[in-house]
């Protein structure tokens, strides 16, 4: 299912290329958005429309290149674009490696949760009808930013030419900082950031939405100041939540009576909401605006429905936590509470699907494999590793959607001997697919002796040219020796980099690092950058130099945290 999901994703894209891209094209690179965030936005859109039992806005996603974020496409967006080495979604291009540095995250993930929060804004026809109006007007010809304004301006009569250049010339997004006061709801926005310091103090208009407890009903204000009151009262016993469905891209931060309200009615949210507010808390939680717990008690208020994507966003959360606490003492408590709050879903999806049983249910019991395999959790271990045995004699005896998940715990927690089974199966299928499972798999082993055999396999023929580089910094991304993958790139970097393209060249060495939380390996890579690697290769430096340095603060601002709290549990 997730394949397929894939696919019809990526078909859909390219698709709306001919549209975006091809019938209208960017006059320069400095305007890729207008051909990868629109052709984002419509491959999106039209996924979800075909398909609405996907719920393709909260799709995980898991890119193929293993040193880009894993997670729901807006939020692995404002992720980068929080950081001090983020850049305007239109940015100056002067040459080759600047052009080819632009198809990021900004470029496609900011780019298409900007227009879908102004289709939101403007309305899905009068949005629709201002695209026509833009392609009717450019087909065939060159166009910037610019021309898409002034026809979402003309059919709207909005001033979209105010409202969104502020989103697209700035870096960064706001955060929106909600207060009770009487029967007022009052307003504050500032630049949301993490891991950066006085960041340069910018303003947004704002389209926001909202609901309340009282009135379930999408309401709009556009935040054009710095602070603002809410139009209109709202008792102070009446709960408001801001960001309707997740569309709008921005963070929302309430105090303390305004989160006390809004806790009991969190049972009533739905999906995208929760997600909302989980993603919005971990966020806070990573920009030092709110301690561990405050995210944590949030997940003991939603797990009580069976929700994919608030499963998908917790665990993804819990496998940063797991990774950022290896090596410390409080890694096995860690472990012992994640599993205590995944258990329970899983007990109650089984391991086997359910005749009738809709797709994101099926997904869901995936995810729970993974996550509590990743987890520790003996009972998941020993079931996948049952069900490799009983693959190995009858492959079909194990559900196609249950193999990826099944082969990477068990790769995880391989032996020499399962290796083997594994890597022997990877040499054996016609697979794509498959390969593509069991030598991830293969790169997730914990055993250092065993990644050492698996980077080895890079310089082999064994997978395509791409996939075998790509094993390096998976096996520093999902096991946990990132030390001997540094060592063995270095001593072989000019054949892993022959099998680079050429947007890979200047992020591979800088990749290898991604997702260190050790300030020695900031210091290693700033080394080497200055006499093995190209100044085009700067800003994929600088930025796996700052994420190292917020991983290293996260963890030492975290382990007492969460210490202090599972003590008052």
Request: glycine share 6%; hydrophobic share 40%.
């Amino acid at each position: 299912t997730q394949t397929k999901q894939t696919i019809f994703a990526v078909v859909a894209h390219e698709t709306a290329h001919q549209w975006f891209g091809d019938l209208v094209t960017m006059a320069w690179w400095d305007n890729l958005w207008l051909n990868e965030g629109f052709a984002s936005w419509m491959g999106s859109k039209c996924t979800d429309r075909f398909n609405p039992e996907w719920n393709e806005w909260l799709r995980r996603n898991e890119p193929r290149n293993p040193t880009r974020r894993i997670g729901f496409a807006k939020n692995t967006a404002m992720q980068t674009d929080a950081r001090s080495t983020t850049h305007p979604v239109q940015q100056p291009v002067k040459t080759e490696a600047e052009a080819n540095g632009a198809f990021d995250e900004i470029s496609y993930k900011k780019g298409q949760s900007i227009i879908r929060m102004l289709e939101s804004f403007l309305g899905e026809e009068v949005f629709r009808d201002g695209i026509r109006k833009y392609i009717a007007a450019h087909k065939y010809s060159n166009t910037t930013t610019a021309d898409l304004w002034q026809s979402l301006t003309e059919v709207s009569g909005k001033p979209v030419g105010e409202i969104a250049p502020g989103w697209t010339e700035q870096p960064g997004f706001p955060v929106v900082k909600v207060e009770r006061k009487d029967d007022t709801v009052q307003l504050t926005q500032e630049r949301f950031a993490i891991h950066y310091p006085n960041p340069p103090a910018l303003q947004w208009q704002i389209p926001l939405t909202y609901v309340t407890q009282d009135q379930p009903a999408t309401s709009g204000f556009l935040l054009c100041d710095k602070a603002a009151v809410l139009p209109g009262e709202l008792p102070n016993d009446k709960a408001i939540k801001f960001n309707v469905e997740d569309s709008g891209y921005y963070r929302v931060q309430y105090n303390k009576a305004s989160w006390d309200l809004l806790v009991p009615e969190i049972p009533r949210l739905s999906e995208a909401h929760r997600v909302n507010l989980l993603s919005d808390a971990w966020a806070l939680v990573e920009a030092n605006r709110e301690p561990l717990p405050h995210y944590l008690g949030l997940v003991d208020l939603v797990v009580n429905e069976d929700q994919l994507a608030v499963y998908d966003q917790i665990i993804d959360t819990f496998a940063e936590l797991n990774r950022l606490f290896a090596g410390d003492p409080v890694r096995p408590r860690f472990q012992q509470y994640a599993r205590a709050v995944l258990r329970p879903a899983f007990d109650r999806v089984g391991w086997d699907g359910k005749p009738g049983e809709n797709s994101r249910k099926a997904a869901l019991r995936v995810a729970l494999i993974r996550g509590l395999g990743a987890l520790n959790d003996s009972d998941v271990i020993a079931g996948c590793r049952s069900r490799f045995d009983g693959f190995l004699s009858d492959p079909s005896s194990v559900a196609p959607d249950l193999r990826p998940a099944i082969l990477a715990v068990v790769g995880r927690y391989a032996d020499s001997g399962t290796w083997e089974k594994l890597h022997r199966l990877g040499l054996k299928t016609n697979s794509t697919e498959e390969k593509q499972y069991l030598y991830e798999a293969l790169a997730s082993a914990l055993e250092p002796r065993l990644i050492q055999r698996t980077i080895a396999l890079a310089l082999t023929d064994e997978l395509s040219t791409s996939r075998a580089a790509a094993l390096l910094p998976l096996s520093a991304r999902r096991g946990e020796h990132p030390q001997l993958v540094w060592d063995y790139a270095q001593e072989h970097m000019k054949a892993l980099l022959a099998k680079q393209d050429s947007l890979g060249l200047n992020d591979y060495a800088a990749g290898l690092f991604t997702f260190s939380s050790e300030p020695k390996d900031a210091e290693t890579l700033e080394r080497y950058a200055k006499t093995n690697l190209p100044p085009s290769a700067a800003p994929s430096v600088a930025k796996a130099i700052d994420e190292i340095g917020f991983r290293a603060e996260l963890k030492q601002r975290l382990v007492p945290q969460l210490n202090s709290w599972m003590e008052a549990r």
